[in-house]
């Protein structure tokens, strides 16, 4: 049995009914969104014109727990609890005593963990009488788990895919149109936003943020339509933590306990999915993992951005958000983890490195996608260019336990397959993949627009 992978199963009657809430668990409260204008709290009424009530409940809910509604149960259903496996393929090639557990989150209807907060935010929208949504979308599979979910609950679904990605990734945007939806590329000549930067560069490459910009301009003018985001804010990431709920109650039916959890970080849903739960532990003394966020050299928030207030967009339509950020006009290099590429972190997930509760480590593509090759070779499994920065830290971590001869156990989220990401494939083992050097040089321009917030505010 030493070479296989070996999957380890939970029953449906083990899905979580309970979304977990990290926040009454912390040392300390995250600082409150900003109206722009007043620089006061954000309050229901200002979020009430894009989100329905319940999510904004969500957003700013005390309570430790949130029960799932059973509508978004049975759905869950059709891929939940989602497999946890132990890489022993991977740990035989490395030569490692480590023992590494990844959460395939792949099995999804769209191929990432993203269906795990678009479902419950088309049945929230739907139980509110809403008609449309409009979301910006990376790599595309945000975008494909929100038609998907829409197509689910009888509602319009209009997206904007980041240009770079729409060019890259043809497929993707094919998956999204089967579903149902309508697809854009961004910067599009349909909003204001879009034009305004279309006008300086016909061919610019996009940002997660001027899509962003572009969707929530669009919602904004009809009141029958409401914008979903894929990442970010706090009732994003609590959907998200069906993820490592699951994943403790595997660990659990091997009396095995992390030693290091290792996840991707863009906007920050697919690891405070994972590690939240797992925080929770921790902070109650039950286990004292270390905890290892993973973000791409091209675009590294948490590693190289500020500690500050920030538009969420690159317009500026947005509440102003305490984040870790590059600056809401910082443009990424369009990298081919697409879905990393936003000029922010989670607020939440911002706080939470703030208070020293997990590590941040920035890497380059070319060590992702040498990773994510290597998985690939070993377990069977193409992951998406996301996950493969999970992985590259995984094997680093692996390869000094093999010089040390420690034991350690290694989690990661395997959040998504790279079945539409083959271009990006090809250009790596093509050797046509190159690193982008980014400068303090490179960086000044979109830190020095950060909004004016007095100290205290």
Not at 302 to 308: I, M, Q, S
Request: proline fraction near 9%; aromatic fraction near 8%.
């Amino acid at each position: 049995m030493a070479d296989q992978r070996i999957k380890i199963n939970l029953d449906e009657s083990q899905l979580p009914t309970q979304w977990y809430n990290v926040v009454p668990d912390l040392p300390s409260p995250p600082p409150p969104p900003l109206h722009p204008g007043t620089l006061q709290p954000v309050g229901p009424d200002d979020l009430a014109p894009l989100f329905p009530m319940d999510l904004i409940l969500q957003e700013v809910t005390g309570d430790r727990f949130v029960d799932i509604p059973g509508e978004v149960l049975d759905i869950y259903k059709l891929w939940r609890p989602s497999p946890l496996y132990r890489a022993h393929r991977l740990e035989k090639a490395l030569g490692t005593p480590a023992r590494i557990y990844y959460k395939y989150e792949g099995v999804s209807p769209a191929g990432s963990h993203k269906p795990n907060t678009a479902v419950p935010q088309a049945y929230y929208n739907a139980k509110a009488g809403v008609r449309k949504l409009t979301t910006e979308t990376g790599a595309g599979q945000w975008g494909t788990a929100l038609a998907f979910a829409s197509a689910l609950f009888d509602l319009e679904c209009e997206v904007w895919m980041v240009g770079a990605s729409y060019d890259q990734k043809p497929y993707r945007r094919t998956m999204m149109e089967t579903f149902g939806a309508r697809v854009h590329r961004s910067p599009s000549d349909l909003t204001a936003a879009g034009r305004g930067i279309r006008a300086e560069d016909p061919q610019h490459p996009g940002s997660l943020g001027i899509a962003i910009s572009e969707a929530v301009e669009v919602a904004g003018q009809d009141p029958q339509t409401r914008y979903a985001l894929g990442s970010v804010l706090n009732h994003v990431l609590l959907h998200q933590t069906v993820i490592g709920e699951e994943a403790l109650l595997q660990l659990a039916s091997v009396d095995e306990s992390p030693d290091v959890i290792v996840g991707c970080t863009g906007g920050g849903s697919n690891f405070g999915g994972l590690v939240f739960p797992f925080l929770r532990e921790k902070l109650a003394g039950r286990m004292s993992p270390t905890i290892r966020a993973v973000e791409p050299a091209s675009c590294p928030s948490l590693t190289r951005g500020v500690y500050a207030y920030d538009f969420g967009d690159t317009a500026g339509m947005t509440p102003l958000l305490k984040m870790h950020t590059l600056g809401h006009r910082f443009i990424p290099d369009p990298i081919h983890a697409g879905g990393l590429r936003y000029h922010g972190m989670s607020p939440l997930l911002s706080h939470v490195y703030e208070l020293g509760l997990v590590e941040a480590l920035a890497l380059p593509q070319t060590e992702c996608f040498a990773a994510a090759v290597r998985f690939a070779r070993t377990e069977g499994i193409v992951p998406a260019p996301e996950p493969s920065h999970a992985l590259a830290a995984c094997i680093r971590e692996a390869e000094a336990c093999r010089e040390s001869g420690e034991e350690k156990v290694i989690v990661t989220a395997l959040c998504g397959h790279g079945h539409f990401d083959l271009a990006a494939y090809e250009a790596y083992l093509s050797g046509r993949m190159v690193d982008e050097e980014v400068t303090d040089e490179r960086l000044a321009p979109g830190l020095s627009e950060l909004p004016t917030v007095p100290a205290g505010a």
